[in-house]
T-cell receptor, first 111, second 113 residues
Framework: QKEVEQDPGPLSVPEGAIVSLNCTYS??????FMWYRQYSRKGPELLMY????GNKEDGRFTAQVDKSSKYISLFIRDSQPSDSATYLC???????????FGTGTSLTVIP | DTEVTQTPKHLVMGMTNKKSLKCEQH?????MYWYKQKAKKPPELMFV???????INESVPSRFSPECPNSSLLNLHLHALQPEDSALYLC????????????FGQGTRLTVV
């Protein structure tokens, strides 16, 4: 079993839709959770960073962490064509230097 | 400033060449990482430096040689690469060695011919 599972998509939505992206994980030691957006042929850009459980909101983006279910989500409200990218979840434990990535979800927002 | 700067952006090299990739950050981060990313795949960890000491080497072939001259700089020396080593090479940094939020550079797109 992989440490982190993420549906690769592709996901295609109309402009203005609410997008839900999800990852599940198996390691209960994970405490730090990140979402990255990666445009084609560019480096990953950190969107959201969450420690432990709970919600975090930043503009149109909301990150949720449910440690009891080992499940994290990223919601994008009022999606825009410029949100079309691959979204990667990543997580790490309290100790150690490794980040564990999901496989990424490819999102296309259609104007 | 959350910028990690990588140079060069693109590199084409022959299998007998020696080249180096460079990475720089001025956020005071003490952990720096090299990742390799193939198309439509997530980044794969290669090396981690924590407080300028190599702390993780993910069984990377010796034709890749990392170097951390100081806390702001990270190099990846390349020698005798194979065509299958063609990929996007990403540098990242995080504040401490306990894997808090990591910031990535834009990557070096390497083509081995």
């Amino acid at each position: 079993q992989k440490e982190v599972e993420q549906d690769p998509g592709p996901l295609s939505v109309p402009e203005g839709a609410i997008v839900s992206l999800n990852c599940t994980y198996s390691n209960s030691a994970f405490q730090y959770f990140m979402w990255y957006r990666q445009y084609s042929r560019k480096g990953p850009e950190l969107l959201m960073y969450t420690y432990s459980s709970g919600n975090k909101e930043d503009g149109r983006f909301t990150a949720q962490v449910d440690k009891s279910s080992k499940y994290i989500s990223l919601f994008i409200r009022d999606s825009q064509p410029s949100d079309s990218a691959t979204y990667l979840c990543a997580m790490s434990a309290y100790t150690g230097n490794q980040f564990y990535f999901g496989t990424g979800t490819s999102l296309t927002v259609i104007p | 400033d959350t910028e990690v700067t990588q140079t060069p952006k693109h590199l084409v090299m022959g299998m007998t060449n020696k080249k180096s990739l460079k990475c720089e950050q001025h956020m005071g981060h003490r952990a720096m990482y090299w990742y390799k990313q193939k198309a439509k795949k997530p980044p794969e960890l290669m090396f981690v430096y924590s407080y300028e000491k190599l702390s993780i080497n993910e069984s990377v072939p010796s034709r890749f040689s990392p170097e951390c001259p100081n806390s702001s700089l990270l190099n990846l020396h390349l020698h005798a690469l194979q065509p299958e080593d063609s990929a996007l090479y990403l540098c990242a940094s995080s504040q401490y060695g306990d894997a808090t939020e990591a910031f990535f550079g834009q990557g070096t797109r390497l083509t081995v011919v």
